[in-house]
């Protein structure tokens, strides 16, 4: 980490409010920049975050950052310390769940509608609430498996108005081909209800086979790209059309079968594990952990790419997300603190990259972001040249009639703590030129095997084996659960009313913990929205931990709120005490759907 990024970091506030000034009024770089963007007058704009994971923006042009382990919201400006707004509930931090992605309501000005992807103690979620009453959450879609890793994470709204969820397998590479919700990119309304023009009638899949996507991004076409990380060996940048299947675990990287779509660039993990993603100017910045830096990637019509440049690397270390503002710069949030980076004075921080060129206007001075503003006009783009639908939709600012050239919210002081006690960052101003562009070592523009430039046509998917009900009960040892495959996502309802089936498995081991799986399918033809399973333990357990102590013989009732679509499953985990010998089957299995 370069000593002289933070030589500033202990300047008072009004010195950072000060240079901000100054530097935001130097002249343009003479060069082109990459992408649009002048990577040579980088600035700091906050640090003391701890691991910042999603970024939306306000109307007034200030951000809102989740942080992953702390489960917690901020609101950042630049030049100011980071301010805490909001603390989600039911967050259950560990390995790379916890809290992730965030985005807002394309109608945030009139509803104050903030979207969160969350790991609870059992699955991953969507959730809604407004900023001003976090506790106040309603679940829109529960139930995407939960792993320690590959946990997936992030959303966005699309042009089209529809919320696109990205999971990952969940460390079991047999999801991505199965019919519960990990591996996949969804799409559902802001109500969490599945669009008609899905490519599964009646499921939130959109496109499967992925192994971990992390980063969401359309260009001004409303064409959708997406980051995924490898496990092995390749991460991918991927064009993604309804109803495809990309691959894994079948392959990783260029596939040799027309039955999988391949990506349009591949990196080896060390020099990206991608993550957020962000397009401007005809080009998609991709956000390195590994790799440490920011993949820049010309692209065009979804399936022309030219040779991706790396930018900031070597500079702040892992970068986890990466946003085009309202202000028309790059802001880019650093991962440092994920237990996998070193930690550099102030981190993690915010960056913040100035365009190259004309600038946008100001944004709306309407007051804090978290009040309906009566200027903006709801759901528009950002005002930036060549600009995407945005992800994370916000009012379009109001134009002013002298755009500054390169604006910097004013900050506003707060009485409100910051996250976490840091020093005043300063906005300092990275003194040497971006490294040399650094070919990618494997580009790999494919043409898909069938066309489809539409992004949200309703294609015929291949032919759809009925998907393989969950695993049953296994008595004896098992050193790991078992996925229950199955060759596509496309639901089998069984049923014209609220109806679902329960099944348990025990995970019995000698050298660890044992514990119990239940899965809960919906078996009918709309979402239901909590179930209740009864069992008795069985004898061969000492005990069953749900909701208190049971001991064999005893009845458990389980009973869960969420919203499960028809045909997906859930997992629910669950401590068990064994000393050895065999379980005798739970039963009988009852479950009711409501």
């Keep these: 980490m370069p000593k002289h990024l933070y030589s500033a970091l202990s300047i ?4 950072v409010i000060a240079a901000t000034a100054l530097v935001v009024t130097r002249p343009a770089a003479a060069v082109a920049g990459t992408g649009g963007f002048d990577f040579t007058r980088a600035q700091v704009a906050t640090g003391g975050l701890r691991v910042p994971w999603g970024m939306a923006f306000l109307p007034d042009g200030s951000a809102l950052v989740s942080e992953r382990d702390t489960a917690t919201i901020a609101r950042v400006r630049p030049g100011s310390s980071p301010v805490l707004v909001a603390t ?8 790379e769940g916890g809290l992730l992605g965030i985005a807002l309501s394309p109608t945030f000005a009139q509803d104050q509608l903030v979207y969160a992807y969350i790991s609870t103690s059992y699955d991953n979620r969507v959730v809604r609430f407004r900023l001003s009453a976090p506790l106040n959450q309603q679940a829109i879609l529960a139930g995407i498996p939960r792993g320690q890793y590959r946990n997936g994470g992030r959303i966005a709204f699309g042009p089209d108005g529809m919320l696109y969820v990205a999971t990952g397998d969940a460390g079991y590479p047999a999801y991505a081909q199965s019919s519960n919700l990990a591996g996949k990119i969804l799409r559902i309304t802001r109500d969490g ?42 991460d991918e940048i991927n064009h993604i059309r309804p109803g495809r299947n990309y691959g894994w675990p079948a392959c990783e990287g ?8 391949n990506p349009l660039v591949t990196w080896n993990d060390s020099e ?11 080009t998609l910045f991709a956000a390195a952990l590994a790799g440490k830096r920011l993949w ?20 702040v270390g892992r970068l986890r997300t990466v946003a085009v503002g309202p202000d028309c710069w790059l802001w880019v949030a650093t991962s440092n603190r994920d237990g996998r980076g070193t930690v550099g004075p102030g981190d993690d921080l915010i960056i913040r990259i100035p365009p190259v060129g004309p600038s946008c206007p100001s944004p709306s001075p309407s007051g804090p972001g978290v009040s309906p503003s009566p200027s903006p006009s709801p759901g528009g783009p950002p005002p930036c040249p060549s600009p995407a639908p945005s992800p994370s939709p916000s009012p379009t600012p109001t134009p002013s009639p002298s755009p500054l050239p390169s604006p910097t919210p ?12 840091s020093p005043s960052v300063s906005p300092s101003v990275f003194p040497s030129p971006s490294p040399s562009p650094s070919p990618s070592p494997s580009p790999s523009p494919s043409p898909s095997p069938s066309p489809s430039p539409s992004p949200c046509p309703s294609p015929t998917p291949s032919p759809s084996p009925s998907p393989t009900p969950s695993p049953s009960p296994s008595p004896t040892p098992s050193p790991s659960p078992t996925p229950s495959p199955s060759p596509t996502p496309s639901p089998s309802p069984s049923t014209g009313t609220p109806s679902c089936e329960a099944t348990i498995r025990f995970v019995l081991q000698y050298t660890t913990a044992s514990w119990g799986e239940l899965t809960v399918r919906n078996t009918g033809t709309s979402p239901i ?20 102590y049971n001991p064999p013989g005893s009845p458990v009732i389980m009973t869960q709120n969420g919203v499960l679509p028809p045909g997906n499953s859930v997992t629910v985990k669950f401590a068990v005490g064994w000393s050895g010998g065999n379980v005798a089957t739970p039963s009988p299995i009852t479950c009711t759907a409501r």
Excluded: I
């Excluded at 008072?12 to 010195?15: E, G, Q, R």
């Excluded at 004013?410 to 006690?421: K, R």
């Design 88 to 95: 989600v509930p039911n967050v259950y931090p560990g390995g």
């Design 296 to 315: 820049t990637v010309p692209v065009s019509g979804g399936n022309r790419v030219g040779t991706p440049v790396a930018e900031l690397q070597g500079k």
């Design 12 to 15: 008072a506030l009004c010195a």
């Design 193 to 234: 209800a599945v669009p008609t023009d899905n490519p599964f009638s009646g499921s939130p899949v959109y496109s499967y086979g992925h192994s971990n996507v992390q980063g969401l991004a359309w260009d001004e076409a409303g064409l959708l790209y997406a980051t995924e990380f490898g496990q092995n060996s390749t």
């Design 529 to 548: 929205t909590s179930w209740t399973v009864a069992f008795t333990v069985p004898s061969g357990l000492t005990y069953l931990q749900w909701n208190g």
């Design 410 to 421: 004013t900050p506003t002081p707060s009485p409100s703590p910051s996250p976490t006690a």
């Design 272 to 282: 990206a594990s991608p993550s957020g993603l962000a397009y401007a100017n005809g």
């Design 254 to 261: 260029m596939c040799g079968s027309s039955s999988y779509t």
